[in-house]
């Protein structure tokens, strides 16, 4: 059981865990926001949109090819 | 930390674990490289709501058990560094490889259309909603449209339904006369008839089509053509894909011809590059029956066993002929070329609108003008969207072909590996 932190808030999910789905089970399913100001969430689920990327423990990275990892820090807001 | 193997293979879907399990009995070093945390693709992908067939786990295990099979998985080609070497990147480093031959396995991504809402959280495509359960979404008591066209819709509310999301509408665009035609030639597949029982759901509907995603901040409703009828359902999410596209970025850009939007190969599986073969949905979508047994002849190919290969292409007859069966029944309707309004985004990632697009003559002035595809994707969604709806031939793919870390482009001036 992976613990890690959503935009700074403690979150613990199941092994195996992909972060696009720990972004809905501790939050409100969002992954970044757009050039004009829409929050936007997941949408292809499958590494090609781009629509999922995150800042995992720093680094922009695709939430839906991202396995949960104790204390990874994913950030929606950077 | 450069590589150097015979046989690269780019995609560990179906086609590629079964091109990796032919090539491995003759001994030679086989890398194959995924882009996902774990192999199988997208029709197998494992997660902790994901059950996978026994098939999979079987092939997945064998492929474990070869000692010279070298996976590499959460790994990306991000540009060709040199003559049949390629520089990659995982979450930790970029680093090239040198290959003598190399079996494309790239697989295909949905056709997603631009609609009204469509940008809305809680939109997503139909795969790509089947997808993200697998990897623990939750959807327990959520109320869900699923839309489009292909028999992944059904396999998608599956899914769902399975997690104990309620299916409200299946709108599939086909007319039932194509629908029922495509179902009356599967006992031809007596698997896939069998297999289309299971998946068989009384909110599935023809002639249905997705009009708007309704809902301010995140997706409340769904309106719907309904067979003449608009029509409109409150749910929490829709899942929307107008079939699958072949992935051919990759192959075009080490110079393998595309035939009809998928890589063209001829009986070896082999493309119009010397020691590059194709395999799987990046050839033409024909789903994973057919993947299998072309990534198995590529395999076989790529290491001289033309004998093991030729065995394999009267199955591969046979499943082309579904693929054929499949991809006439589920035509897109012209319809669907006009449910984006002018200030619908086309481009999710410059964010730029229909009204902004139509008019230009073509990809290339689009794009000067209004940033369209120049974003992150780099016109994976927008480009394959602009060519249903307008014609327009996306660009060639140019390096970085996906977004990457500035050291990893530093491993460019390394010299590649002998």
Not at chain 1, 23 to 32: N, P, Q, T, Y
Request: glycine share 12%.
């Amino acid at each position: 059981m992976p613990e890690m932190f959503l935009d700074g808030r403690p979150l613990s999910v199941a092994n195996g865990t992909s972060v696009a789905a720990a972004l809905a089970l501790g939050a409100d399913g969002c992954s970044r926001t757009s050039v004009s100001g829409q929050r936007r969430a997941p949408l292809c689920g499958m590494g090609t949109c781009q629509e999922c990327r995150v800042l995992i423990d720093g680094r922009r990275r695709l939430a839906c090819q991202t396995l949960c990892l104790d204390g990874m820090q994913v950030q929606t807001r950077p | 930390m450069n590589e150097a193997t015979d046989l690269l293979i780019i995609g560990a879907g179906p086609a590629g674990m079964a091109a990796a399990l032919a090539a491995a009995s003759s001994g030679v070093h086989i890398v194959l490289l995924d882009d996902n945390p774990l192999p199988g693709g997208q029709i197998w992908r494992d997660g902790p709501q994901a059950s996978l067939p026994s098939a999979a786990r079987h092939l997945r295990d064998q492929l474990r058990n070869c000692a010279n099979v070298r996976c590499h998985a959460g790994t990306r080609v991000i540009a060709c560094a040199a003559d049949k070497t390629l520089l990659v990147e995982d979450a930790e480093r970029g680093w090239q490889i040198r290959y003598e031959r190399l079996i494309l396995c790239t697989g295909a991504r949905e056709l997603l259309l631009p609609f009204p809402g469509w940008t809305l959280p809680g939109v997503t495509g139909a795969g790509g909603l089947q997808a993200l359960i697998k990897g623990g979404l939750p959807v327990r008591g959520e109320r869900l449209v699923i839309a489009g066209s292909g028999p992944l819709l059904l396999a998608s509310a599956a899914t769902a339904k399975h997690q104990g999301a309620q299916v409200l509408r299946i709108a599939e665009q086909a007319r039932f006369g194509a629908v029922a035609g495509f179902a009356g030639q599967l006992p031809r597949w007596p698997g896939k008839f069998f297999q289309s029982f299971s998946l068989f759901d009384s909110h599935y509907r023809t002639n249905t089509h997705v009009v708007e995603a309704l809902g301010r901040e995140r997706l409340e409703g769904v309106r719907l053509q309904q067979q003449g009828q608009t029509i409109e359902l409150a749910c929490d999410r829709l899942a929307c894909g107008f079939g699958l596209i072949p992935n051919t970025q990759l192959g075009q850009a080490l110079g393998c011809a595309v035939e009809g939007q998928a890589l063209a190969v001829d009986a070896w599986q082999a493309t119009t590059r010397h020691d590059h073969y194709a395999a799987g949905e990046c050839t033409g979508f024909g789903g994973s029956e057919l993947a299998l047994v072309e990534g198995a002849i590529a395999g076989h190919a790529a290491v001289g066993n033309s004998a093991a290969a030729q065995q394999l292409w009267l199955r591969r007859a046979r499943w082309q002929g579904f693929a054929r069966a499949l991809n006439t029944a589920f035509a897109l309707d012209p319809r669907l070329k006009s449910l984006a309004r002018g200030d619908t985004l086309v481009c999710r990632c410059e964010d730029v609108p229909y009204g902004e697009l139509v008019g230009h003559e073509n990809w290339r002035e689009a794009k000067l003008a209004s940033r369209c595809g120049m974003g992150a994707c780099q016109g994976r969604v927008c480009g394959a969207a602009l060519e249903h709806l307008f014609g327009w031939t996306p660009p060639a793919p140019r390096p970085p072909f996906s977004p990457a870390r500035i050291e990893t482009l530093l491993e460019l001036e390394e010299t590649p590996p002998s």
